[in-house]
């Protein structure tokens, strides 16, 4: 089946100490996007490739930067968590930028 | 102007009951408005999805009913059932363009159906 697939599922990193999460998908969509959801909020969007462009959400830290090698490959890079980063990261994916987005399971960050 | 209001923030429903939850936007250049469910450890999955040029789409016990003039739409659970227990979040987009704030969601909603 299509798939998005995110890896780990479960991330435990320390206070500044660099992780990365990673997304990769079978849908062969161009789109590919990374959200960020605290307990019992919505998904708020950190940015999204259209393509290999890259687009950063105003409010997004610097703390928080994507790579996309290829289009069935993207990685969610934190170059110094902090404890307020502890969150549900969450992959999607769209064709063209189609009004329907395709999520990935997550990766559960923890920061000690 | 690029917020969706969402009510109630949490449901309690009996088994076999109908769940309702709304939702409203303000920016009329939204053309497409999807539902996600989610379960807890999940990603948000596509439920169903409606297009402002009709007034309702219905896929098995979930309904979608729009209103363009008020803005509003909302999803119906018929027959609710234990498995249905899910945090709902609307959304609003622009078609083609969904980006940033062109895609939003709603605060979302906590569904409880009791057996």
């Known amino acids: 089946d299509a798939m998005v697939i995110q890896n780990p599922r479960y991330q435990v990193t320390q206070f500044g100490k660099p992780v990365t999460l990673s997304c990769s998908q079978t849908l062969n969509h161009n789109v590919m996007y990374w959200y960020q959801q605290k307990s019992s909020q919505a998904p708020k969007l950190l940015f999204h490739y259209y393509d290999k462009d890259f687009n950063n959400e105003a409010d997004t830290p610097d703390n928080f930067q994507s790579r996309r090698p290829n289009t069935s490959f993207c990685f969610l890079d934190i170059r110094s968590p902090g404890l307020g980063d502890a969150a549900m990261y969450l992959c999607?994916?769209?064709?063209?930028?189609?009004?329907?987005?395709?999520f990935g399971p997550g990766t559960r960050l923890t920061v000690t | 102007q690029q917020q969706v209001k969402q009510s109630p923030q949490s449901l309690i429903v009996q088994k076999g009951g109908i769940s309702i939850i709304n939702c409203a936007y303000e920016n009329t250049a939204f053309d497409y408005f999807p539902w996600y469910q989610q379960f807890p450890g999940k990603g948000p999955a596509l439920l169903i999805a409606?297009?402002?040029?009709?007034s309702e789409k219905k896929e098995g016990r979930f309904t979608i009913s729009f209103n363009k003039s008020a803005k509003q739409f909302s999803l119906h659970i018929m027959d609710s059932q234990p498995g249905d227990s899910a945090t709902y979040f609307c959304?609003?987009?622009?078609?083609?363009?969904?980006?940033?704030?062109?895609?939003?969601f709603g605060p979302g909603t906590r569904l409880s159906v009791l057996p």
């Open positions: 959304a609003a987009t622009i078609n083609r363009d969904n980006y940033g704030q062109n895609f939003v």
């Open positions: 999607a994916t769209s064709r063209d930028g189609g009004g329907e987005q395709y």
């Open positions: 409606i297009r402002p040029d009709v």
